[in-house]
């Protein structure tokens, strides 16, 4: 029987990336990551569709040939279709598209989200490996979406919680930015937050309905928490750094880990895992551990490899459409946003 191998690309932000997937188990995974949008402490969509382009190519040449693919060994193209920045978006299905074409290849459309949570099914072949079983519940925090998904198959995933303004991760980028740190502001925060008292200072946790989440006041709290103290002391941020860090950290952790634990004790699930950029966080890991153990939950939290945007993702939810011979047209285009099911 032949194998079945996947080329799979991302590109919804501001990472280029490219994979290949051989009957489930990783081969390559490239990253090029664009450093031009540091200074403006945020990703400007013009300049990351534009480093795209200048990028796509060599990547998805550096992921064959890591892999030891020939062109002429794949199976399928696989591609990130939405939801993202639709600049973005564009180059990637653009290029897939016309690869595919040339090629003689089915293509297989992605959503960026589905891929976050597939992505604990990424074999690297090592033999301690651990996958979820369906149904199970998925927190997906990144910098655009906190999100609760119930996953029952690889192809039916609801939402059945999410953030009513910003997101986790970008409460912590724009609490980041006001204390003076560099972008992306999550990584900084973890770090700083290591050497503070998560106790020191006290935040607003919103009390939303459900299992939906809200930010927006946790962040008008530090903000006016900031504003009041560097009234009376213009040196407060410099000298209260960590413990401000550790702070926000812990708050933004309980909030999403008090939702999640509703969740899955009313739907009496006690297969849960984590994804997005935000797992990456070290508190969030960590509270995932305990949680398991106080709840008895069987608790799945990714390599930190696959936290982020990366093309293995895209790769594995592209084999498993493959499976079901779930393909898509040539006439397909990108989307900006997403439903509550997809």
Known sequence: MNSTIILGIESSCDDTSAAVIRDGVMLSNVIASQAVHTSFGGVV?????????LNIIPVVHEALKRAGIEKSELSAIAFTRGPGLLGSLLVGTSFAKGFAQALNLPLVDVNHLQAHVLAHYISEGKPDERRPEFPFLCLLVSGGNSQIVLVKAYN?????GQTIDDAAGEAFDKCAKVMGLPYPGGPHIDRLAKEGNPKAFTFNKPQIPGYNYSFSGLKTSFLYLLRD??????????????????SLQATV???????????AS???IRQVAVAGGVSANSALRQAFLDFGVKHNWEVYIPPFAFTTDNAAMIAITGYFKYQHNDFCSIEEVPFARVSDKF
Request: net charge negative; proline share 4%; charged share 35%.
């Open 45 to 53: 969509p013009e300049l990351a569709s534009r480093a795209h382009q």
């Open 156 to 160: 039916d995933m609801e939402v059945i």
């Open 229 to 246: 103290k560097i009234k009376e002391n213009p040196n407060f941020v410099e000298e209260n750094l960590n413990d401000l860090c550790a």
């Open 253 to 263: 952790v309980d909030i999403l880990m008090n939702k999640l634990r509703k969740a």
């Open 266 to 268: 009313e739907l009496n």
